[in-house]
C-alpha cells in the first residue's frame, strides 16, 4: 500500500484552523473541530510554548504553525506528508 502524497490544501479533511487570541499566530491540525484540544489550544498560558504543547497535546495528529494562514497550512501540508 502506497502513502498519500498531499499536493493541496484541498485534500486535507478534517481541517481546523485557527486565529490564536494571544501571540499573533494561526494554526491548523488535521483533526475534527470538536477534538478536545482544540478547545484548549487558544489560551494564553499555550501560546508561551505553542509548538510544544502541540507536540504534547495534539500529536499524532499533523498541525501546522506559522505567523500568516499561508505559512501555517504549508506547515501543515509538510507534516501531512512526513507522517508515518
Known amino acids: 500500500m502506497s502513502k498519500r502524497i498531499y499536493k493541496e490544501w ?6 481546523t484552523l485557527i486565529q490564536m487570541r ?7 491540525i488535521n483533526c475534527e473541530e470538536d477534538s478536545g484540544h482544540i478547545q ?5 498560558e499555550v501560546h508561551y510554548r ?10 499524532p495528529c ?6 500568516t494562514i499561508m ?9 501531512m ?3 508515518s
Not at 10 to 15: G, H, K, R, T, V
Not at 40 to 44: D, K, L, M, Q, Y
Open 50 to 59: 505553542l509548538e510544544e504543547w502541540m507536540d504534547e497535546n495534539v500529536s
Open 22 to 28: 494571544y501571540g499573533d499566530k494561526y494554526v491548523a
Open 62 to 67: 499533523p498541525y501546522g504553525v506559522g505567523t
Open 71 to 79: 505559512e501555517c497550512m504549508n506547515n501543515l501540508l509538510e507534516s
Open 81 to 83: 506528508n512526513n507522517k
Open 40 to 44: 484548549n489550544v487558544n489560551r494564553e
Open 10 to 15: 484541498e485534500d486535507i479533511y478534517p481541517l
